[in-house]
């Protein structure tokens, strides 16, 4: 059973549209991840959040640790978002040892103009 | 600027041959990591390396190799034993002691195998 699960697996907007991309997970954590993923493959991080909410021009995170659940929320949105984005939890005390997270399958979005 | 670098993008290889994927960093960051990607699945921990001359394996470490001889650089042999190796490589890295968070990537290596 993957531990992180997102939705939508895939999502297609139109220009300007506000999107939110969800993401769940069962283990304990002490932060989380939202990465974005171009294209040609090379991937770039957005947000890691522990708590409350984060900003960065028009992409906002959000999460919740006592429900285990996160968003990312892109406003106004534009051709250029259109990626896969994905998510990803560190696994508390793997093997004793630090550096092993759970991603999620990532959701694809497309921004038609 | 810093950054991971991965090389080459593309690499194509004849089944039984041993390949190796390059991956330097210069962020000066203490932890590394090498991951595969597979069309619809999440990423998946092939080895990492917490300091130089150590490296630990990961969840799907079968039929791969590493070496972390420099603490800028950590090459991922993929053995003739790996039963699947085409896929998409990324190598990443972060500040030790902060349960892998934040994550800097490479571009990825698209190794093709037939």
């Known amino acids: 059973k993957n531990e992180v699960e997102q939705s939508p697996q895939n999502l297609t907007a139109q220009e300007g549209e506000f999107i939110t991309i969800n993401c769940s997970y069962s283990?304990?954590?002490?932060?989380l991840h939202w990465l974005q993923q171009h294209p040609g493959g090379g991937i770039v991080s957005l947000f890691m959040?522990?708590?409350g909410k984060k900003k960065h021009g028009r992409l906002i995170a959000t999460i919740n640790i006592q429900e285990k659940h996160s968003s990312l929320h892109i406003t106004a949105s534009h051709p250029r978002d259109s990626a896969v984005y994905i998510c990803?939890?560190?696994?508390?005390?793997?093997?004793?040892?630090?550096?092993?997270?759970?991603f999620g399958k990532g959701t694809k979005l497309s921004v038609k103009p | 600027d810093g950054g991971i670098t991965q090389s080459p993008k593309y690499l194509f290889r004849k089944e039984g041959q041993n390949v190796t994927l390059s991956c330097e960093q210069n962020l000066n960051h203490d932890a590394m990591y090498w991951y595969r990607q597979d069309p619809g699945q999440g990423l998946r921990l092939i080895y990492y390396?917490?300091?130089?001359?150590?490296?630990q394996k990961g969840d799907i470490a079968e039929g791969y190799s590493v070496s972390r001889e420099k603490k800028e650089s950590f090459p991922l042999t993929v053995t003739s034993a790996q039963k699947n190796p085409t896929a998409f490589y990324l190598c990443?890295?972060?500040?030790?002691?902060?349960?892998?968070?934040?994550?800097?990537f490479g571009n990825g290596t698209r190794l093709t195998v037939t």
């Open positions: 390396s917490q300091i130089v001359n150590d490296f």
């Open positions: 990803a939890v560190p696994i508390m005390n793997y093997g004793g040892s630090q550096g092993n997270l759970i």
């Open positions: 990443a890295s972060s500040v030790a002691g902060t349960g892998g968070l934040p994550l800097h």
């Open positions: 959040l522990s708590s």
């Open positions: 283990v304990g954590i002490s932060a």
